[in-house]
Every structure is written in C-alpha cells, then in structure tokens.
C-alpha cells in the first residue's frame, strides 16, 4: 500500500469513528468533523490563528534542535566510552524516570514565563529520550565494525565520522519521533501557562467559552502538526539512510 | 612449549616474540595467547590452522596492531608495533564492509582516511580483476558473499599492503565461490607478491594458500608445530597428488592437536 493510500485509509477510519463518537456523545461534548472543518477554514483566515501555529511551531523546532545538538553528541560519546558512560550513568538513570513536567515552577522561575522556559521544558522532555537512544546505539556498534575502522587507519574522529554516527542514525530517527510525539503531547500542557499565543493555549481558551468545534480544529492542527513532523523526519531519512531501506 | 617460526626469506616485516594475550569476560580471564613467536616477511603466504578457540584471530589481531599484547614484544620493521600500521591490511571474517557505505565508498575509504591519492583507474583495473567493476554503486547488502569478499579483498588491496591478513576470509560461501576466491587470491598473490597470513579452518586452503602451515593448538593456543609447503600459490599445485600428501600431513597434525 502507497503511502497516499494508507493515509486516505487512515483519515477515512479516524473520521467514521469520530463522526460515530460525535453522534453518541452530541455536538456539546464532541463536534462533528464537519463543524470542525468549517471552524477550521473559518479560523485559517484569521491572522490570529496563525500566529498560534506559528507560536507552537517555533517551540517545537527550537527544542528539537537544542535537544539534539545536546544530546546527541553527548548520547554517541557516553556509547563510545565506557568510562564517561559509567561517570554519567547514575545521574541520568536517577533522572530520566522524573517526569519533566515537574520541574515546570523551576523552569519558570530560571526562565521567565516567555517561550524561554517553554522551549527549555520541551527541550529537556526529549533530551533524555534522545540521549538514552543515541547511547545504547553507539554501544552496540560491533567490535568488527571498529576493527575493520581502524584497520584502514581511522582514528577516533574517523570511527565517530565513518561508523558510530552512520550506524546509528536509523535510531536517531526513531528516538526523534518517539520524542516528538512526547513533545507535541506536553506542548498543550507547557502552553498553557504564560501563554498568549500557542496552540495549546488556543485549545484551552476555546474550553474555557465551551466553543467545542475550536477545541477539536486546535486538536486537528496539533495531529496535522505531528503529521509534518513524522513525514519530514521520514524524508531525511529515506535520504540519509538509503542503506537502511534497501 | 614455545615454537619458534624463523623464516629466511628478507625483509622482515613482522617479528613477535613470547607474545601472550588475554581477555577478561564474565566468565573470568580467558588466556587466548601463550608465549608465541612469529617471524613474517618476504614476500611469504602463512596459513594458521587449529581448533576453534586456540588464539588464531587473536594473533591476526595482535599482527595487524589491532589488540596489545599483555606480553611479549612485536615489531613491525624493528619498531614497536603501536597502532595499526599503513603497510597491513586486514579482511574480517564477516568481510568487514559497512553497510552504510556503497561499494565504491567502501573501497576508498581507507584511501580517504589516509588521505592518499585515489587512481580510480587503478582501482577499476582491480574491480575488473576481481569481477565487481559492475557493483560500484551497489550497498553490501545488495551483494552475495562472494561478492562482498571480493569488495573486502578490494578494499585491502587498493591500500597496496606489504602484508595482508585475512581472517577466515572465505568461511561463509559455498565451495565453488570459495575454490574461486582461492584461485583469485593466488593470483593476486603472484602478481603483487605481498606477504599473506590467512587464519583457516580448512584444510585444503591452508595448503594451497599457505607457504608455511602454523598449527596451533594447547589452551592458551600456542603454535605447536610448523609445515614447510613451498609449492603452495603455485599455479597448478591444487590437486595434484602431492597437494593431497600435504592435506593428510595437516590433517594429521590437527587430529594431533585435538
């Protein structure tokens, strides 16, 4: 199946099992697609609607980018050495289970209640999924690997350049859309403090006047979001990682 | 016991003396090497044969400045052997290719981290020599396993090596591609004279290949007896009675062993 196909099959299914939920739970609780749709087409005409997206979108590619320029060097170099692994490796293990959300007082009070402390949440929320991810991939690069590296007359910068960063980049991948997933998830949350722009904040501000056709365009837009995100990811993967699709 | 290897063939590349090596693991430490010494030089094939476990990959490793040895000294030219030198090159037993890497990549990439000149015209003339010239672009996973050894031996051969390791080189493929492999290796031999040790399982390659036959055996592996085999690379030496007499003698010392 194409993947144009899979997404019409996809769309059909999700808006037959949405129209179903708003007919048995009535237009107050769940709207329709329809009304959705035109609340949707309505709201795009809005410079104000935009600018949410826009806020949200801002937030996400700034996080994505500071988590992985962080953790992702960071997450090679502990794989690639035992010793810095076994400094670190309490830390973050007694770390990664805390759930991010938690520090969101902390945040805001070192970063103000602007995109700062947003973004930085964000940011910290994939950085351990990302590191973890990077880490274990570096580790299970094969000893013949690293032989057959330096056997040619790489040294360590070859190894990281030749081996360790092209063969874990299929996992880079995954880990960024697990981690986006997560993100997109708490964006709704984190927007919802401080905020005067964002996506999520449009949803909650449509909650508070109960104008549910607002609550379910906000919800669209974050899939739709989520569905950019996954199939540029898939894209730079497909050209980075031809390797791994043959 | 310690077997000494001296060959009188010069140059001397390689000399290693009382070399031991050991590997810790879960299990606790596993002496994989005992006191060996090994002479390489001259232009010269060696074949190590012997049971599984008995340290012969673990002293290609040591030869190519792969692993330290825990004790012992080895020189490569008469200098401490440190890291990897530019003259050995080493085929893997899983051929060592990276996925990652298309065929021509894969080729160049040793030239590349050296940074030495890539004569692509040369290399063709290779490629051509061993039947891959059409798989440039092509990734390992698309290749057979014939195929990907013989983009492995490209891979070592385009550095120009003086001395070539190959660990179990041809282990994985089926017997016609392994008589040819062996054929070809021969013939690469004879034209670029270069000095071979080839870690083998089998037999037959060990005598065609090996100039010298080092069996090794004992836990840690030592080498327990040495096998002069003049004739071996040769062309027209496969197969012929004497090639046969030489097979049982191997064979013979191996049973010995185990």
Redesign the interface.
Known sequence: MSNKSGYILAVTLLLCFWQFGAMMAGPNVVATPLATLEKLLIESQSQRFWKHVEASSFRIFCALVISFVTAIPLGLYLGSSRRADRIAKPLIYLTYPVPKIVFLPLVLLIFGIGDLSKIMLLSLIMFFQLLITARDSARAVSK??K????????NRW?LFV??IW??T?PSVFTALRIATGTVVAVLFFVESIGARYGIGFYILDAWGRADVPQIYAGITVLALMGVVLYETFDILERVY????Q? | MKTSLIQNSSPELIRGTGLTKSYSTEQGLIRALGRVDIVIGGAQTIALVGPSGCGKSTLL?LL?G?EKPDSGKLLFKSTPLA??P?E???V???Y??????SVRSNIE??LK??RETIDWSEIMELLNELDISDKLDA?P??LSGGQKQRVALA?ALV?NPTLLLLDEPFAALDTLNRERLQELSEKLWRQRRFSMALVTHNIQEAVRLGQTILVMGGTPGRILSVIENHEACAPEYFGTPYFYEKCSQVRTQLESVA
């Open positions: 013949a690997a032989y057959s590296l330096k056997s040619l007359g790489g070859d030749h081996v092209p063969s980049l990682c031809r390797w791994n043959l | 490793l190519a792969l890291q990897p530019r050995i090159a080493l893997l037993q899983d060592g290719l990276f996925p990652w890497k990439l040793g981290i050296r990734y996973q698309q891979r550095l």
